[in-house]
Structures are given as structure tokens and as C-alpha cells.
């Protein structure tokens, strides 16, 4: 992996996901890379590609998540002429491209479930055939997925396909999240520092003990992509001067979300949970105030997006899956909708 992709960090988790790496970067098997969202799931990916036989042959990476859903197949399989409109010329679908090399499917949880069964029976097949085409095209592709999700709930739920789970998941590498290695976060920030220092042709800068000890006190949701954004930000604020715990606080506290305007309404409603939690009527109430927002954030989006999934999952920033989900879950389907607006993707 190059300087500039590299995987950062000596911790024990992280030394095991290293002897992972080099366990299976050589074998013929299909990997599934579970994460949290910005752990780095690509960069194994990368590595075990780079540390494997096809290491002179193609890598390409296709977001499951980012490709609109009519258009996926035409990615991943490719179209001929004509197959549909627009389809002015054949296409090379992505599993041709990487041909002799590897495919990442990065975010494979978020697969439709007619196309996880096209998947499906390539993955068995080993041969594709394009949109609008007769010819079968056999392709030699190892295949790597990622995802962030918990694909046996999303079996349960028969929102993934118990039979793909098996057939990606031969062998599965966890990539730690980084607040279980905080220990890790000084090599990361000097790495990152030096990057961005370049980048933005920003003098070299370093950082005191106390920002640093800030750092790795936080709870990164984000993760090292997180981590990385607040350094770069920390870089610009300090202007090639020593990074302190003041340039931190105010970078976490920029980006923290504020409450939303109805700020009284929202305190009154915690202040009533807790209450009623006080007096013994109720002891979940974290559980209740997560569903209760969540109920009305999705309830809003789908029909301020007059039921259209994909525009709400966007505003919201979830992926098609997490929306359909959500609105399974709390009953906001079309044969509960009360203002009879259908929704479709």
C-alpha cells in the first residue's frame, strides 16, 4: 500500500488485523471486511490485494451505495447497445474490468435483493452477462465486500440473502473502530499531520501533549476518517504554529451538532423522560427518546419527499436500506399512510 493509503497503527488489535491480512492476501477465497463506517475498510481491502497473487492485475472498487439502484447492474455487468435508453454504446461492466484482478464491493449490505440475487449466481457461475445481451462471459474476479452493517439482522429481516452471507463470507476480517485502540491516535495524527502539511503548503507544525491527550479521549464516531478531518482542520487554524487544546476544543465543538430551534421543547421532553424515569414509571427511556426522534425524522423526510426513498435517504444521509428499515419498523408504509402518498423508490 502506498505512503499516502497506508494503514496506521502497532496496537494489539491492530497488529492482529495485520497477521490477518497476511493469513489470506495470498488464498483464492472471497473476504468479507466488516466495520464501523470510516475504519478503513478499503485499505485492507487494498492490502490484501496488493499482498495477493493478482497484485499486477486490476483493482476496482464499486459503492454498492453511491450507484443509483437502476444503474448498478449496468455497473457491475455492463449493457449493450441499446438495452435501454440512453444505451447509445456496449459498456464493460466492472467485473470485466477486473478481470484476472480483484472487484471490492464496498457497502454490499446495501444491495437490492433482486441484485444481490444476480450477484448471487455469479459469484456461483463465475460468468456474467451484460444488459441486453445473449453472450455468457466468463469472468476471473476475486471478490472482496465490505459493509458496515449487521448482515445476519438484516437476514433476519429478510432484507440480505442468507445464501450471498455464506458465499461472501468464506472468510471474515473485522477492522477495529478507533476508539478501541487510543493508543494508536499519536501515530495516526503525526501521519496526518505531515500529509496535510504538504498538501496545503502549510509549514510543519506539531501538536502539545495535552490536544493530543484530547484526542484520544474522544469517542470518534467517525472514526480515522474523523480523526483526519480535525487534524486538517487543527493544521488551518494553527497556521504553522503549535497546535494546542484550544485549536481542538474549538475544531470538536464547530463540528459538534447543535441542538435543533425548538431547543425548550426538546430539554422539556428529556426533563419529562427523566422524571417519569425517576418515579419508577419507566426505565428505558434512552431506548424511547432514540425511537421517538427517529419516528419523526423518517415519518418527515418520506413525506416531505412525497415517499420517495431514495431522495428522504439522502436528505438524511442513511443509505436506501437503513431507510427502508426504518420505515418497515416504525409502520410508515404505504398501507399506513394516512395522506395516501405511495412509497416508492
Request: aromatic residues 6%; hydrophobic residues 40%.
Amino acid at each position: 500500500v502506498s505512503a499516502r493509503d497506508a494503514i496506521i497503527g502497532s496496537s494489539r488489535l491492530m497488529q492482529e488485523l495485520y497477521k490477518e491480512i497476511g493469513r489470506v492476501a495470498a488464498k483464492p477465497v472471497t473476504v468479507l471486511i466488516r466495520g464501523e463506517t470510516g475504519t478503513g475498510k478499503e485499505l485492507v481491502a487494498r492490502a490484501l490485494y496488493q499482498y495477493g497473487d493478482r497484485a499486477g492485475a486490476p483493482f476496482v472498487a464499486v459503492n454498492c451505495a453511491a450507484i443509483p439502484e437502476t444503474l448498478l447492474e449496468s455497473e457491475l455487468f455492463g449493457h449493450e447497445r441499446g438495452a435501454f435508453t440512453g444505451a447509445d454504446m456496449r459498456r464493460i461492466g466492472r467485473f470485466e474490468q477486473a478481470s484476472g484482478g480483484t472487484l471490492l464491493l464496498d457497502e454490499i449490505g446495501d444491495l437490492s435483493l433482486s441484485t444481490q440475487a444476480k450477484l448471487l449466481r455469479v459469484l456461483q457461475e463465475k460468468c456474467i452477462q451484460r444488459l441486453g445481451g445473449k453472450e455468457t462471459i466468463p469472468v476471473n474476479v476475486r471478490v472482496i465486500a465490505a459493509t458496515h452493517r449487521d448482515l445476519e439482522a438484516a437476514i433476519k429481516e429478510r432484507l440480505f440473502r442468507e445464501d450471498l452471507f455464506y458465499r461472501l463470507s468464506v472468510v471474515i476480517i473485522a477492522v477495529p473502530p478507533l476508539r478501541q485502540r487510543p493508543e494508536d491516535i499519536p501515530r495516526l495524527v503525526k501521519y496526518f499531520m505531515q500529509r496535510y502539511s504538504s498538501e496545503l503548503d502549510i509549514p510543519q507544525s506539531s501538536i502539545q501533549a495535552e490536544a493530543l491527550g484530547l484526542l484520544q479521549n474522544q469517542p470518534w464516531p467517525g472514526n480515522v476518517r474523523e480523526l483526519e478531518n480535525v487534524v486538517r482542520q487543527a493544521l488551518l487554524l494553527a497556521r504553522g504554529f503549535v497546535i494546542s487544546p484550544e485549536h481542538i476544543q474549538q475544531i470538536i465543538a464547530r463540528t459538534a451538532q447543535s441542538l435543533p430551534e425548538n431547543r425548550k421543547a426538546l430539554t422539556g421532553y428529556i426533563a419529562e423522560l427523566l422524571a417519569h424515569a425517576q418515579s419508577g414509571g419507566e426505565d428505558r427511556i434512552y431506548a424511547r427518546a432514540i425511537d421517538d426522534l427517529e419516528r419523526e425524522l423518517f415519518g418527515r423526510a418520506i413525506k416531505l419527499a412525497q415517499g420517495n426513498q431514495a431522495k428522504a435517504a439522502r436528505w438524511l444521509g442513511v443509505s436506501r436500506l437503513t431507510m427502508r428499515e426504518k420505515l418497515n419498523r416504525f409502520g410508515l408504509h404505504p398501507a399506513q399512510d394516512k395522506t395516501g402518498s405511495e412509497y416508492l423508490e
